[in-house]
C-alpha cells in the first residue's frame, strides 16, 4: 500500500501549546502536502513540500520531510481554538498529481 | 480568493437512481480531479482529468462513474445506478501545476436510500 500514516489520530492540547502531527509513507514521492478539515466541510490546502526540501514555514506552520525516514511532521506553533480541525498529509507519488491521503489526526485545541 | 464551488451541497437519492455532482474549478486551473470520503474514513481519490481527457482513475472509478466538462467551465462526476456504499462526500478540486497544491471545494455530501 502507498497509503501515508499519521500519528497520533488524535491531539488534544490548550490553546497556546504546540500541536505536532507525524506522517508516514511508503514509497519515493514527488511531494507531499498537509491539508485542513474542519468538520463535515471541504479540504483546506495548507502547505506543500517538495522531496527535495527539507523544511518549510508558513506563518505558524512548519513542516518537515525526512526522505531517508519516509516521514514528515506538521508543528503548529501557539495553538488557537480555531485550529481545531482535523489535518491531512497527502502524498504525490509521481503519478501525475494523484494524491494518496492519510487517515488524519484530529487535533483539538481547549480554550 | 478564487473558489471551486460544489453543487449542491447535499443530495438524497433512490438507489438505483443517477446522480450528477457539479464543479465549477478555478478557472485558469488545467487540472481537475474528484475524489470521495466515506463517513470517518479515508479521503480517496477517484479520477484526474486534464486536457479534456481522463488522465488516471482508480479502481474505485468503474464504469458506474463518469466524468467530463461539457462547456469548458463546469466539471461534472456522474454516478449511474447508485449503490448504498456510493454515500459519501464528493469532493472536486482543481491545480494550475502538478507540483503545487490543489483548491478543493466544499463537497457535495450524496446520501443513498
Known amino acids: 500500500s502507498q497509503q501515508g500514516e499519521e500519528d497520533p489520530q488524535a491531539l488534544s492540547i490548550q490553546e497556546g501549546e504546540n500541536a505536532t502531527m507525524n506522517c508516514s509513507y511508503k514509497?519515493?514521492?514527488?511531494?507531499l502536502q498537509w491539508y485542513r478539515q474542519n468538520s463535515g466541510r471541504g479540504l483546506v490546502h495548507l502547505i506543500l513540500?517538495?522531496?527535495?526540501?527539507r523544511e518549510k514555514h508558513s506563518g505558524r506552520l512548519r513542516v518537515t520531510l525526512d526522505t531517508s525516514k519516509k516521514s514528515s511532521s506538521l508543528l503548529i506553533t501557539a495553538s488557537r481554538a480555531a485550529d481545531t480541525a482535523s489535518y491531512f498529509c497527502a502524498t504525490d507519488y509521481n503519478q501525475g498529481g494523484k494524491l494518496i491521503f492519510g487517515q488524519g489526526t484530529e487535533l483539538s485545541v481547549k480554550p | 480568493e478564487p473558489e471551486v464551488t460544489q453543487t449542491p451541497s447535499h443530495q438524497v437519492t433512490q438507489m438505483g437512481q443517477e446522480v450528477i455532482l457539479r464543479c465549477v474549478p478555478i478557472?485558469?486551473?488545467?487540472?481537475f480531479y474528484w475524489y470521495r470520503q466515506i463517513l470517518g474514513q479515508k479521503v480517496e481519490f477517484l479520477v484526474s482529468f486534464y486536457n479534456n481527457e481522463i488522465s488516471e482513475k482508480s479502481e474505485i472509478f468503474d464504469d458506474q462513474f463518469s466524468v467530463e466538462r461539457p462547456d469548458g467551465s463546469n466539471f461534472t462526476l456522474k454516478i449511474r445506478s447508485t449503490k448504498l456504499e456510493d454515500s459519501a462526500m464528493y469532493f472536486c478540486?482543481?491545480?494550475?501545476?502538478?507540483?503545487?497544491?490543489?483548491?478543493f471545494g466544499s463537497g457535495t455530501r450524496l446520501t443513498v436510500v
Open positions: 513540500i517538495r522531496s527535495n526540501e
Open positions: 514509497t519515493s514521492i514527488n511531494n
Open positions: 478540486a482543481s491545480g494550475t501545476e502538478i507540483n503545487y497544491g490543489y483548491t
Open positions: 478557472s485558469n486551473h488545467l487540472y
